[in-house]
Structure formats: C-alpha cells, structure tokens
C-alpha cells in the first residue's frame, strides 16, 4: 500500500529515494520519511552486505530480506501513525509518548485519560539494551473542570531493563525484567518472541509474550496480525490475541478488524470493531464496541489530535448500546 503518512515530518515535502529496480520504485512513492535512511537501517540490523561470491541461497536471503523490509514500511508507518504500541515496541531508539485527553460516555459520565510511555536506548551497547517505563495509563472521574489538571491517581507503571536476544526483519527475541508498582507491588521477568511472514500479499506477524509476576504469577498472550493492502490509501488489518493469567479464572480472547483509509499527508481515519470475551469458557462479561478514529497531526511530526466517536455493547449492561466519543493529544519524542 503506497502510504502518505507521517509525512508531515517536512511539513508536505517530498523526498526520492535513489536506488535501483524495484527499490526505486516503492521508495518514491513516499513523502519525506526519509525512506533510504529506514532501509539502510533496517538493512543494517540483519547483517553486512552479501558479497557477489557468495552461495547464491545467501544472497537470494539477502534480497528477501531488503525487499521485506521496503514492502513492511507502510504497514509500519500506518500503525505508527495511529499509535500502536506493539509495533512502536520493536522500535530500538529512544521514544517518549504523552497522551492527554477526556472519554464520554452514557453509562460512566466523563472521564479523563492520560497515558505515558517512555524507553530510553543504553548507547554503546549496540543499541541491544534498553530503559523502559510503561503502561502508565489511567481513567479518572471529572466532577469539575479542576479535576482536568490534577494527576493521575490510579496507575500500574512498570519499569525496567529489556536485552533484545535477536532481531532482524524476520524475528525478534527480547527479554524484559523489572518491577511493577501496582498493589500490591511486584517484580516480573518476560520473554517475547515476534516472527514475520509475507505469504503473498499479505503481512503476517505472530507474537508470544510470557510473563512471570512474583505475586501474580504466570502471563501468556499470544497474539497474530495479518494486513493486507487495498488499492493506494485503503488496508485492512485483522488482530487476534489471546491472554491467559494465572490468577484468573479462566482466558481473555480478543478480536478486532479494522478498515484504513489516508486522506492527506497529516491526516486519516480507522474503522474497527473489536469483542472481548473474558473469563472464557464461562464469560463473567462480553464487551463489543464499533468505533471510528481520526486522527490528525496538527504540528510537524510530533503532535497529534484523536476524536473517536463509537458505541460500545456490554454483556453486563444487557447490551444495551453505550455511546461514547473520545478526545486525545499525543505528542510523541521519537529519535526515529
């Protein structure tokens, strides 16, 4: 999918990517994203160049290996764009993400939202450690306007070190250990493994996460995305996940698909239905929600404006439907 996202980083302009073949011809495409600088990066993270000599299996990986890493950059940059944080994670440079905003709704009134994630990449290690703080997200009650500008109060960060064991375009391996302040606070280790498939058209990401809470015990969730491109602006992506915890009762299935479309270069729109079942295989609560994003980038390439109307269908409120509508600014710190 040829995308024009996120680059408002040159407010509009553009930028050719020289280079030969097919290479040239996908990179042009592209606003000014700096496109040969996140090949040549991403070039640089599987191995040095194969030289002409080589067994002709190695430079047959080679090419795959450049061309897959040309053919994931719309994807990549589309979920970027709208802030998803699974594909921000494999990122390896510093990141800092603020979100501010409010959420309203039939049932719970207004709330507001507030949302924070940073990682810090150690330098002269190879860029194989990295600090992070996550997960720093929380829903408060407003009763006044002054409730806007107090802090949050109920949050669960956690904080770390992360060693990535293997990442290249196809797999990525890391290892986080840490400390959770939750209640009651905890440490934790993790074990997260992501590979990448390109059968065909398609972009196929499958991704395992264990977890060990000292209090909570074990986590798994296992996770497969697929997108596919259509035609120029427009891409599907579906997301299954499933998580199962120790200390509960039973598992969490997820499922959602959303619909993309780019509308200019600072600007584009999401439509996604998502369910969630939890406690299965005797759901305590099935939740369904359709929702609309959009989502704008107001300033250069690190502030963003999101409204996201929707309407939610809970099992505990007889499905009843609940709409609701969200508004949030993110500004995003990226060494990227």
């Given at each position: 999918m040829t995308s024009h996202l996120c680059a408002g980083q040159n407010e509009g302009k553009r930028a050719t990517c020289f280079g030969c073949g097919v290479?040239?011809?996908?990179?042009?495409?592209?606003?000014?994203?700096?496109?040969?600088?996140?090949?040549?990066?991403?070039?640089?993270?599987?191995?040095?160049?194969?030289?002409?000599?080589?067994?002709?299996?190695?430079?047959?990986?080679?090419?795959?290996d450049r061309m897959s890493a040309v053919i994931a950059d719309p994807f990549a940059r589309v979920d970027q764009f709208f802030g998803d944080e699974s594909i921000a994670d494999e990122g390896r440079r510093t990141r800092l993400r603020v979100g501010v905003g409010v959420r309203?709704?039939?049932?719970?009134?207004?709330?507001?939202?507030?949302?924070?994630?940073?990682?810090?990449?150690?330098?002269?290690?190879?860029?194989?450690?990295?600090?992070?703080?996550?997960?720093?997200?929380s829903e408060d009650d407003i009763s006044d306007v002054s409730d806007l500008t107090r802090p949050?109060?109920?949050?669960?960060?956690?904080?770390?070190?992360?060693?990535f064991l293997l990442r290249d375009l196809r797999m990525s391996i890391r290892a986080?250990?840490?400390?959770?302040?939750?209640?009651?606070?905890?440490?934790?280790?993790?074990?997260?493994?992501?590979?990448?498939?390109?059968?065909?058209?398609?972009a196929l990401d499958v991704t395992q996460a264990v977890t060990y809470f000292t209090h909570d015990g074990w986590r798994s969730q296992s996770e497969i995305s697929a997108r596919l491109p259509l035609a120029d602006v427009y891409g599907i992506r579906s997301l299954s996940r499933?998580?199962?915890?120790?200390?509960?009762?039973g598992y969490k299935p997820e499922q959602s698909i959303a619909l993309y479309r780019e509308l200019t270069a600072r600007?584009?729109?999401?439509?996604?239905?998502?369910?969630?079942?939890q406690n299965m295989p005797n759901p305590s609560d099935i939740i369904y929600t359709v929702e609309f994003v959009y989502r704008q980038l107001l300033h250069r390439n690190w502030l963003f404006v999101e409204i996201a109307p929707g309407v939610e269908y809970a099992e505990s409120k007889n499905y009843d439907p609940n709409p609701f509508i969200l508004l949030q600014f993110e500004i995003l710190f990226n060494a990227e």
């Open positions: 290479v040239l011809f996908l990179c042009a495409g592209w606003p000014a994203l700096d496109c040969h600088a996140n090949v040549a990066e991403k070039r640089n993270d599987t191995s040095d160049d194969v030289p002409p000599s080589a067994p002709l299996y190695e430079r047959v990986d080679e090419w795959y309203g709704d039939v049932v719970n009134g207004w709330r507001m939202l507030t949302d924070f994630s940073l990682r810090v990449a150690l330098p002269r290690i190879e860029e194989r450690w990295q600090l992070f703080l996550n997960e720093l997200a949050p109060i109920d949050t669960d960060p956690d904080f770390g070190l992360r060693y986080d250990g840490g400390y959770r302040f939750s209640s009651p606070r905890q440490a934790f280790v993790r074990l997260r493994g992501r590979t990448r498939y390109r059968p065909g058209r398609w499933l998580t199962w915890e120790e200390i509960s009762s600007r584009a729109w999401r439509l996604e239905g998502r369910g969630v079942w």
